[in-house]
């Protein structure tokens, strides 16, 4: 069991930054995945960025080049810093974690299965 609590939201104009912080409880296995999904009303959910406990990290083509994750290991903390915010980045985005390394499941999702209650990004034009 992994318990997340994530921060950072809130309300920029196009351009803007923000950074999410996702706080988890300590693992209790040296293989994890954790990573961040949104999810707009009306649109389907999106997989932004997953980093594995193996050091890989993967991103949505739409935040390429515009988003990072990255975690505090020490501090039990992963980040997502968002620059170049777009009206389309609103959404509500949500932590997520496995006590494996990350795997693409057959539905085509990650294998995150435990979550955080969620943050509100809101990127007005």
């Known amino acids: 069991q992994v318990q997340l609590v994530e921060s950072g939201g809130g309300s920029v104009q196009a351009g803007g930054s923000l950074r999410l912080s996702c706080t988890h409880s300590p693992y209790t296995s040296s293989n994890y995945c954790l990573g961040w999904i949104r999810q707009a009303p009306g649109k389907e959910r999106e997989e932004v960025a997953v980093?594995?406990?193996?050091?890989?990290?993967t991103y949505a083509d739409s935040v390429k080049g515009r988003f990072t994750i990255s975690e505090d290991a020490a501090k039990n903390i992963v980040y997502l810093q968002m620059n170049n915010l777009k009206p389309e980045d609103t959404a509500m985005y949500y932590c997520?974690?496995?006590?494996?390394?990350?795997?693409?499941?057959?539905?085509?999702?990650?294998?995150?299965?435990?979550w955080g209650q969620g943050t509100q990004v809101t990127v007005s034009s």
């Open positions: 980093i594995d406990s193996d050091g890989s990290w």
């Open positions: 997520g974690a496995a006590l494996e390394n990350c795997l693409v499941l057959e539905d085509g999702q990650m294998n995150l299965r435990y």
